[in-house]
């Protein structure tokens, strides 16, 4: 207690000259703790951004596979298309059928991965409904019309399949948990009213089903209701399905858009049309499509970016035969492109806070042999009186630290003013695409056309939607954190330590006869 | 050994190694010096009267001989020095050597702090040396800087005998006074020794001094031998 006193009270005595080592100081500490700010910022926001981008991978058919299928159906003439569908057999039709879909086998197998840590599978396919009408459909089919165009000749870009497509078409999306469905979580859709069909009602194939508020409220259906559904390619017993409606959702994104639209459009005020889409366990789906044991696609959650690369050499090795077919896409382009901007301006503020705290050092070091120098009379005395090297080294520990606590005392402060600007200095000017799903759901991509969003992910609405992109800034914040306070006071100690090297050295060393005898 | 003897120095021998060679500062040099008594040492400049109080000081270590200090050598190896110096002896400079940054009063206090005393009777004892010292109550906040050579050189020995030691050894005590001033301080010291039982141990060139001084020896080239006063 004695010693601290002694120090403090020495810090004060020699206080102009402990100042202007105070202001140098505060100068570099507040460089460098701005630097720490940007960096233990740029780490928090990477492992933030690690958490829900980069660590999503699907199975599903590779775009290479699928281009070549198009390129081959693309050279046959109409006539060919049609005589080869009439000589179709059975087994041909289920081997057409389950072509463009993955085994569940290849997915179950990849979901036992270690890296794995959530797993559904998806399958998305159009299903008849005879009572109710697909008034999106109906609406194509007008304009279509209305241009001389034939019904059958649509498809490519928006999914619109060719095979069947009626007004009673509606797109069913399967998996294995309502609640998980790519549109509930990304928050493109919302449950209203009702619950979501659950993982049991998958195992169990419960034949349940949500629907789009729209599209119930134009057919009147309700809570509770059943709709008839025809099973694909099956005729006679077991060719339809009864689905109890268990849910109404509504299309958030739709709404928002109508809102929007009416801003600049009144004769658009109302526009919100009815969504064609139907969520139900993908058990139910898989009888409704006729493809048991296939799904559209694997959707997998793993635990960090940072295991990509082992993920995709597990998938490799899953899907030894058949990796031409069936391809793992990440979202590691997504995470690269918000997460690099941060990474380079955390590097750069690695750089320079290691030369800050370099500066700090030698300032400090440069300080104490002047003041050293200047006091050594004073430490011979000290010496020669009856003081032990150890309260004379404590006095100036006790004094360099009360330097260095106010010099960072007042870095951390101005850090709290600084550190954002520092943080936007950093960072490079750089935007980052962010894909956001369309109004609605397109009916009736898969199987049949699916071929316009190969690249975008489940994840970020759905496979078969359209999607806009934007473009948006990368924002580095940088917020004040008890961990900055934390490095600051390890920052104090370093350079208080640094600093009492040279007392150290000198007071062991000191004779204080040599001094004293000194004029 | 007489009861008063308190310094009892035997052979004491030190040299310096400076660019031309080794100097010998004190060559085989035996005395006493006792309690209640001022004991002189003159000589030349660079005769060694200082390396010699330094020596008996502990700041400077002889490379033999034996120095004993109240019947216990000094020299030993298991004589803790500081200690030794903090409660033994007090020291009295030249250029008075006071810490530049503390008043007077906090310049007496300093080896009463280090000595752990408790800083409200440091502040007593401090003031008390101060008084008897005669050191006016408002030179007391006054730094080094802001007294005058025989102010400083009176603070100088308040500190030397803040922790009441036995010894005091005053090293050209008047060296940097003028002559009235000078022989204040040097009437106070040979009062400390006669009033208070201290050993004062001078060194110093001014002949004079021996007037006061109850033995004196004379010191040329390390070597003394003693004046008969």
Known sequence: ?519 | MSEQVIINATDVNKTFQVKAGEVNAINSVSFTANRGEVTTIVGPSGSGKTTLLYVVGSLEKPESGSIEVAGRDILDSGTNLVRYRRENIGFVFQFFNLVPTLTALENVMLPMDLAGIRPDEQRRRATELLDRMGVKDRLLKAKPTKMSGGENQRVAIARALANDPDIILADEPTGNLDTATGSTVIDILSSLARENDKCVLMVTHDESILAVSDRAFHMVDGQLSEIIL
């Not at chain 1, 109508?258 to 139910?284: E, R």
């Not at chain 1, 993920?311 to 997460?339: E, V």
């Not at chain 1, 969003?453 to 924002?475: D, I, R």
């Open chain 1, 1 to 519: 207690m004695r010693v601290f006193q002694r120090g403090f009270r020495s810090f004060r005595r020699n206080l102009v000259r402990n100042l202007i080592v105070v202001v140098l100081l505060f100068v570099c500490l507040t460089f460098s703790m701005s630097m720490l700010a940007v960096k233990l910022a740029a780490d928090s926001q990477v492992q933030t951004i690690k958490q829900t981008v980069g660590n999503y991978a699907e199975i599903k058919i590779s775009s290479a596979y699928q281009m070549k299928q198009f390129e081959a159906e693309r050279t046959k003439t109409a006539a060919e298309r049609s005589a080869e569908a009439r000589s179709l057999t059975t087994a041909q039709e289920q081997a057409d059928r389950v072509a463009s879909l993955v085994p569940e086998k290849l997915t179950d197998a990849f979901a036992k991965d270690q890296y794995v840590k959530t797993y559904d599978k998806v399958l998305s396919t159009s299903v008849t409904l005879s009572d109710i009408t697909n008034t999106n459909i109906q609406q194509l089919f007008q304009i279509r019309e209305n241009n001389g165009q034939s019904a059958g000749g649509a498809g490519g870009g928006g999914g619109l399949g060719t095979g069947g497509m009626t007004s009673n078409s509606f797109f069913f999306s399967g998996n294995t948990n309502g609640a998980s469905a790519s549109d509930f979580t990304t928050g493109a859709k919302k449950l209203i009213k009702g619950r979501y069909f659950t993982y049991a009602d998958y195992t169990n194939s419960n034949p349940v089903v949500m629907i789009e508020k729209n599209l119930a409220s134009q057919n009147s259906l309700k809570i509770g209701d059943t709709i008839e559904a025809t099973v694909s390619g099956v005729s006679g017993v077991g060719s339809t399905m009864e689905l109890k409606i268990i849910g109404i959702y509504k299309t958030v994104e739709s709404e928002s858009q109508s809102k929007s639209s009416s801003s600049s459009s009144s004769s658009q005020a109302d526009f919100n049309p009815a969504g064609s889409t139907f969520y139900a366990p993908l058990s139910v789906v898989q009888k409704l499509n006729n493809t048991a044991g296939y799904v559209t696609l694997g959707s997998y959650y793993f635990d960090s970016v940072d295991n990509t690369a082992a993920i995709k050499a597990a998938y490799k090795k899953d899907a030894t035969g058949t990796t031409s077919k069936y391809q793992l896409s990440t979202d590691l382009s997504d995470y690269s492109s918000i997460a690099d901007p941060l990474l380079k301006a955390r590097n750069t503020s690695v750089i320079g806070l290691s030369g800050a705290l370099g500066a700090c050092a030698l300032i400090i070091l440069l300080a104490m042999v002047i003041i050293i120098s200047n006091r050594t009379r004073e430490l011979g005395i000290l010496k020669a009186i009856g003081s032990t090297d150890r309260q004379v080294i404590s006095q100036f520990a006790v004094e360099i630290l009360c330097v260095c606590m106010v010099a960072i005392i007042l870095a951390m402060g101005a850090t709290a003013l600084i550190g954002q600007s520092m943080g936007n200095w950093l960072l490079p000017k750089t935007t980052t695409k962010t894909t956001t799903q369309s109004s609605s759901s397109t009916p009736g991509g898969a199987p049949g056309g699916m071929m316009g969003n190969q690249n975008q992910l489940y994840k970020e609405g759905s496979s078969f939607t359209t999607s806009s992109s934007t473009q948006k800034a990368v924002k580095l914040n940088v917020v004040y954190r008890g961990t900055l306070f934390l490095y600051g006071i390890l920052i104090l100690v370093g350079i208080s330590l640094v600093g009492m090297a040279i007392p150290v050295f000198w007071i062991i060393r000191l004779r204080p006869a040599r001094v004293l005898s000194m004029e």
